[in-house]
T-cell receptor
Framework: ETGVTQTPRHLVMGMTNKKSLKCEQH?????MYWYKQSAKKPLELMFVYSLEERVENNSVPSRFSPECPNSSHLFLHLHTLQPEDSALYLCASSLGRGPSTNEKLFFGSGTQLSVL | DQQVKQNSPSLSVQEGRISILNCDYT??????FLWYKKYPAEGPTFLISISSIKDKNEDGRFTVFLNKSAKHLSLHIVPSQPGDSAVYFCAARVDNYGQNFVFGPGTRLSVLP
C-alpha cells in the first residue's frame, strides 16, 4: 500500500459541476500539499497545510478550495472550473518538522482531471 | 519566470552508459535540492537529495553534483538501465518555512537496450 493515496485517479467534470479530490497519508506526517501539473509545465505548488493550518496559498483562484480536517486527510473542492484547469493534481506529504530540516515530499499517484 | 530550469526536455542514452541530467537555478537562497523520478500514471518518487553545504552526494548508481557558484546541479546515473526510463524532476527549497519546494519542468530520460 502506498503511503499517500489519492482518489479518484481520473475525473471528468463539466464547468458547472462540483467535485472533490481526496488525499490520505499513512506516514504520520504533519504537512500536506496540493500540486498541479499541467502539460509541459513544472509542478506548481497550490496549497500547503502544516498541522492542519494552511501556511501557503500560492495565488490559487477561489474555484479551488482546500480542506484539511486532520493531519492525515486533505481535500480539494472544485467548483465552476474552466477547461484550462485540466491537469494532473498531486497530493504530497512531508514530516513537517519545520524550517532548516532536510525533508522530502512523498507524492500520491495523482488525479487526472479533465474539465469539459 | 522559472526559478528552476531543466533545459533538456528529453535525453536518450544507451543501456550501460552514463546518463547526465542537468538543472540550473536562479535563486541563491535555495539551500536544499532534490531529484524525483516519475513514471507514467504514478506520482513522483524521491531519488536523491543534496544540501547546499555539500558538492556531491552518492547513492548507489545515482550521484548528484552541486556547483553553487554556477547555480547548477546534475544527476549522474551509471550504469543506466532500461528501468531508469522516466521523467526526472529537479526541485529546490528556500529555507523559509522549510516546506516550499520549487520544481523544474522535467527531463524525459529514455534508456535504450
Amino acid at each position: 500500500e502506498t503511503g499517500v493515496t489519492q482518489t479518484p485517479r481520473h475525473l471528468v467534470m463539466g464547468m458547472t459541476n462540483k467535485k472533490s479530490l481526496k488525499c490520505e497519508q499513512h506516514l504520520g506526517h504533519n504537512a500536506m500539499y496540493w500540486y498541479k501539473q499541467s502539460a509541459k509545465k513544472p509542478l506548481e505548488l497550490m496549497f500547503v497545510y502544516s498541522l492542519e493550518e494552511r501556511v501557503e496559498n500560492n495565488s490559487v483562484p477561489s474555484r479551488f478550495s482546500p480542506e484539511c480536517p486532520n493531519s492525515s486527510h486533505l481535500f480539494l473542492h472544485l467548483h465552476t472550473l474552466q477547461p484550462e484547469d485540466s491537469a494532473l493534481y498531486l497530493c504530497a506529504s512531508s514530516l513537517g518538522r519545520g524550517p532548516s530540516t532536510n525533508e522530502k515530499l512523498f507524492f500520491g499517484s495523482g488525479t487526472q482531471l479533465s474539465v469539459l | 519566470d522559472q526559478q528552476v530550469k531543466q533545459n533538456s526536455p528529453s535525453l536518450s542514452v544507451q543501456e550501460g552508459r552514463i546518463s547526465i541530467l542537468n538543472c540550473d537555478y536562479t535563486n541563491s537562497m535555495f539551500d536544499y535540492f532534490l531529484w524525483y523520478k516519475k513514471y507514467p500514471a504514478e506520482g513522483p518518487t524521491f531519488l536523491i537529495s543534496i544540501s547546499s553545504i555539500k558538492d556531491k552526494n552518492e547513492d548507489g548508481r545515482f550521484t548528484v553534483f552541486l556547483n553553487k557558484s554556477a547555480k547548477h546541479l546534475s544527476l549522474h546515473i551509471v550504469p543506466s538501465q532500461p528501468g531508469d526510463s522516466a521523467v526526472y524532476f529537479c526541485a529546490a527549497r528556500v529555507d523559509n518555512y522549510g516546506q516550499n519546494f520549487v520544481f523544474g519542468p522535467g527531463t524525459r530520460l529514455s534508456v535504450l537496450p
